[in-house]
């Protein structure tokens, strides 16, 4: 199927690191979206990115979409105890979403 | 507004029992969809539909069955649960206006099978 790959599947870092996912595609992708899951939450949509090479900012998190449109990273600059959770990419089709399998963050206080 | 709502929260099956989860959403959303996850990984999508009276298999739909009789609810069937079944469920819903929609998802459902 059309799946998206994602690494790494675990990051532990200090507080104030900065911390990086990565999202791949072996075909081309129409939109790319971004999701956090809490700890024992459910998945929250953060942002979608449709344009080649679009850079979107939200605080302290800055999403990347690649020019060829197969990939795709989410960068946090300083992490705090608050960023922690699994973040997932997805990518829609008709209706269809399919999910990586997620990068799990812990922030060590 | 309460978004989209589960039905039950946590549940416990025997093998082979049957159980039905419900989803209900009260955004006026076309799209609704059933995910499972399991430790570890990503959702996985069981059945989707893309308005009342429709639904269509996602990527693991053995197993399970759903209905669209209400544009605000859709339901999961367990016919007869296995342990392999054992996860948790997520319900979604989504405007469904074009392929670009955001998902806005449940609080889960965790099942267990014995």
């Known amino acids: 199927g059309q799946q998206v790959m994602q690494i790494p599947q675990y990051q532990h870092v200090q507080e104030g690191e900065d911390f990086t996912t990565y999202c791949n595609s072996s075909?081309?992708?129409?939109?790319i979206q971004w999701y956090k899951q809490r700890p024992g939450g459910h998945p929250v949509f953060l942002i979608q990115?449709?344009?080649?090479?679009e850079v979107k900012k939200q605080k302290r998190l800055t999403f990347q979409f690649g020019e060829a449109k197969k990939n795709s990273s989410l960068h946090i600059t300083a992490t705090q105890t608050t960023d922690v959770g699994t973040y997932f990419c997805?990518?829609?089709?008709?209706?269809?979403?399919?999910f990586g399998d997620g990068t799990t963050l812990t922030v060590k206080p | 507004n309460a978004g989209v709502t589960q039905t039950p929260k946590f549940r416990v099956l025997k093998t082979g029992q049957s159980m039905t989860l419900l989803c209900a959403q009260d955004m006026n959303h076309e799209y609704m969809y059933w995910y499972r996850q399991d430790p570890g990984m990503g959702l996985r999508l069981i059945h989707y539909?893309?308005?009342?009276?429709?639904?269509a298999k996602g990527e693991v739909p053995d197993g399970y069955n759903v209905s669209r009789l209400k544009k605000q609810n859709f339901l999961l069937g367990l016919e007869s649960a296995a342990p392999s079944q054992t996860s948790v469920y997520f319900c979604?819903?989504?405007?469904?206006?074009?392929?670009?929609?955001?998902?806005?998802f449940g609080p889960g459902t965790r099942l267990t099978v014995l």
């Open positions: 539909s893309v308005g009342e009276g429709t639904t």
């Open positions: 075909t081309t992708l129409s939109n």
């Open positions: 979604a819903s989504s405007y469904g206006r074009d392929s670009t929609d955001t998902q806005y």
């Open positions: 997805a990518r829609t089709n008709a209706g269809k979403s399919t």
């Open positions: 990115l449709v344009k080649s090479g």
